[in-house]
C-alpha cells in the first residue's frame, strides 16, 4: 500500500528582483509503501532537501502534488497546515532542533502537549519509548547536559511519540561522532522493522545502507534507485557507493 505519493513536483524559484528562475525540482514522481525505509542521495544543490521541505509542508510546490494516504496537500488550508504535521509527520534535523529551555522530557512531549494530550496520556507514551531509546535515566536534564547522539535520540523520540504515519529525517547524522551515528542508524533500522514508514535525506552511504530503499537525484530529477533485497548493510553500502560513482561522473561533488 503506498502511503505516499510524489506525482510530477516542480519546484521553480525567482530571484529576488525577478529577473532569472532557478528549477530545483523538475518533474519527480515516486512512491513509498507504508513501512519503508527510504534514503534521498545526492549532491549539494540537486533538490533533494527542497524535495523533503515540499513533503513536510513547509515549502509549496510550483508544480505536480504530494499525496499522504490518499489525502492531496493542496487540499489543506494554510490554517490547518500546523495541526497536518502534528498529526501525520515526524521530523528529525540534523541540529536536533530542541529547545535548550526545556528538559528532555518536556521535549519529547511537546508536539503532545499541542496536540491537547491529557497527562496520563502523555505519560504513558512517554515511559516505554524513553526505555526504548535508552533516554529514561536523562529525562530530567537539559538538553546543554546530553550528548549529541543523546539530543539525536530525544529527537527521535519526539517524531515517534506522536505516532505518525511519515518520519522525515534530514542529514540525522551529519552532526554526530561514528559511535553516535551508529546508535542512532541502528534506532532508526529498529523503528523501520516495527512498521514505521521513515524518509531520510542524507549524504552518508554509511547512513542510507541501513534504508530499504535509495532514492538518488541529480539536477531536480530522479536519476536512479536501488533495492537492498537481501544485501547485508555492508553489500548495499559498497553498491551505493558504486552508484554514486556514476552519479558523479562529470565532477559532480556528492560530499
Do not use: C, W
Not at 490547518?80 to 534535523?93: D, I, P, Q, T, W
Not at 535548550?100 to 518536556?106: A, E, P
Request: charged share 25%.
Amino acid at each position: 500500500m503506498e502511503l505516499l505519493q510524489v506525482k510530477n513536483l516542480k519546484k521553480v524559484y525567482n530571484t529576488r528582483l525577478g529577473g532569472q528562475q532557478f528549477t530545483a525540482l523538475k518533474s519527480v514522481s515516486f512512491e513509498i509503501s507504508k513501512g519503508e525505509f527510504v534514503a534521498i542521495m545526492g549532491a549539494s544543490g540537486s533538490g533533494k532537501t527542497t524535495l523533503l521541505n515540499i513533503i513536510a509542508s513547509l515549502d509549496k510546490a510550483t508544480g505536480g502534488d504530494i499525496i499522504l494516504e490518499g489525502k492531496s496537500l493542496k487540499e489543506i488550508k494554510d490554517r490547518e497546515l500546523s495541526a497536518f504535521r502534528r498529526k501525520n509527520l515526524g521530523f528529525v534535523f540534523q541540529d536536533f532542533n530542541l529547545l535548550d529551555t526545556f528538559s528532555v522530557k518536556d521535549n519529547i512531549l511537546l508536539p503532545l502537549v499541542l496536540s491537547g494530550e491529557n497527562i496520563d496520556t502523555m505519560e504513558n507514551k512517554l515511559k516505554p519509548l524513553a526505555l526504548r531509546l535508552g533516554l529514561e535515566h536523562l529525562l530530567h536534564k537539559f538538553p546543554y547536559e546530553v550528548s549529541g547522539g543523546e539530543k539525536q535520540r530525544t529527537a527521535m523520540a519526539r517524531a515517534v511519540i506522536t505516532e505518525p504515519k511519515l518520519i522525515l529525517a534530514d542529514e540525522p547524522t551529519g552532526a554526530l561522532d561514528s559511535k553516535a551515528s551508529a546508535k542512532v542508524l541502528s534506532l532508526f533500522e529498529e523503528l523501520h522493522q516495527n512498521g514505521q514508514t521513515i524518509m531520510m535525506v542524507t549524504h552518508s552511504s554509511m547512513a542510507a545502507s541501513h534504508a530499504s530503499r535509495v532514492l538518488f537525484i541529480k539536477d531536480g530529477e530522479l536519476f536512479s534507485q536501488l533495492y537492498r533485497g537481501k544485501d547485508t548493510n555492508r553489500e548495499f553500502f559498497d553498491k551505493i557507493v558504486s552508484n554514486l560513482s556514476v552519479l558523479s561522473e562529470g565532477g559532480v561533488d556528492i560530499g
